[in-house]
């Protein structure tokens, strides 16, 4: 699959398992089930354990680099999208790893996420600009999400800052990630390959994001679940269509039993639901 | 010298070996000696010798990881900083990774550069804000220089645009950069532990930070060598202590045959030697 480009995998995806949710691996050693911590490929085995009771029920996974490489697990990481993309080659993955560096640099990572992990998108960090960014377009058939507007406490330290301009946007001061979200879909957007990482727990933010960018660019949305966002205010905010949005914690830990799996898929049936109602709903209002 | 806090190591080293110059380890395979090519650990072995032919010219040593990740080297990584640690006790180790996220995959971050690679000090990205940095101040005797001016063309992208603010600073618009240079020698700065990343590209603006901070907060300046950046007026610009001046491409590929090392030395000397004598030339002018 990794001829067709990473927004047609996505939506094409997306429609036929009519799915919105990405499920997120940030494996914590200390919540797995007790009967694999201390293993050798403990998180591997977790991971992959969640991803075959949930192949059905999802747009995308989105395994987080550094609980991986915390617990010199890249081995593992490598396994589990090599395992994802073998066995379910229909689902997208998008290494969660928010790199940010000078072109040379950049490029070295865009080779650990493509060539190494041959991940189908990654995650990127804005603040070096342009050519921080580049080197990733060069593969065209993969996916690049720029933090935008992040959805932790400290995202408001510089996003939300007003910037100095004649030009307001939607009527208000430009705030820097509405710049972010200018950028990307315009200059920086060489080949239509760029999406945009919105957090869940602002949906009014969601919103002028949306309107800045149009409706055709994906938005990655976390903080769904354990980070407090509301799906129903998220998804009317962000429109119905090109949106991804992450659950992780709420969905590895819902047991830690040995049940975990079937549990995660619970959860995740639950929250899929949740996000098709708040669809529907949406639809229906217009 | 894990007791220590790394800006006091940084401080004595620079002092005892009177030098400001730090070597940065971004080994691209491609450029290595022919003869080491292809070699199972050739990574480890040439960032060693380079190493082992400069320890009494350099006040610390930056390797970039993405260089090692790009080629499933993370464990040579390890052996390079063990092997400085053990055979260098005294030069800091300042792990290039520029990593930002949530509070909680910070920690793992951290956990990955300190307590994995044993790094003394860590490079990190401000976007998302206080809480992803917030981790890394945990370890009471680590380094972290967050990003505020890069080096790279890009670099003006985001960290140039000027703010909307009813104050100004130093007479002018506050633009990004500033701003994130407050903030890391203000709210952020809790026990002193932080520095800054400043391009020697840029010098106007290291000379903007410098009066930002004040004399204390060590900066570390790329983008000498390679990148173009000139020492006389990078030195006249971040005032001529605190400084870590750090020089990547044109020392570790000083040759490209099994002269390296002693190439690398050369050239590292003669780039402590530059320094050194803006130093003096600065010195002189007060």
Avoid at 10 to 17: G, V, Y
Avoid at 227 to 253: F, H, P
């Amino acid at each position: 699959m990794n001829d067709i480009p990473f927004t047609h995998k996505l939506s094409k995806l997306s429609k036929q398992q009519d799915s919105s949710l990405c499920i997120g691996f940030d494996p914590d050693i200390l919540k797995l089930p007790v009967s694999m911590r201390g293993k050798a490929d403990a998180i591997f085995a977790f991971c992959k354990e969640i991803v075959d009771a949930t192949a059905d029920l999802v747009c995308a996974y989105k395994p987080q680099i550094a609980y991986f490489s915390a617990n010199r697990a890249e081995n593992q990481l490598e396994l589990l999208i090599q395992h994802i993309h073998r066995n379910h080659p229909q689902i997208p993955v998008i290494l969660d790893a928010k790199r940010g560096d000078i072109g040379s640099t950049a490029e070295q990572y865009a080779v650990e996420a493509f060539d190494r992990y041959q991940a189908d998108a990654v995650t990127v960090n804005p603040y070096m600009g342009f050519d921080s960014i580049e080197p990733y377009l060069k593969y065209a058939n993969k996916g690049v999400f720029v933090l935008c507007r992040t959805s932790n406490p400290g995202g408001s330290d510089l996003q939300f800052l007003p910037l100095k301009s004649d030009t307001q946007v939607l009527g208000k001061d430009e705030l820097l990630f509405e710049r972010v979200a200018s950028l990307a879909a315009g200059a920086w957007n060489l080949h239509g390959q760029l999406g945009l990482v919105v957090g869940a727990t602002f949906p009014e933010e969601i919103a002028r994001v949306r309107q800045i960018v149009g409706a055709n660019m994906p938005l990655l949305i976390p903080g769904i679940g354990a980070q407090g966002g509301d799906i129903e205010k998220t998804i009317q905010a962000g429109g119905g269509e090109q949106l991804v949005i992450n659950s992780s914690r709420q969905i590895l830990y819902a047991s830690s039993e040995s049940d975990f799996a079937e549990a995660a898929r619970r959860v995740a049936i639950h929250t899929r639901d949740a996000i098709r109602q708040a669809q529907k709903n949406l639809k229906d209002k217009d």
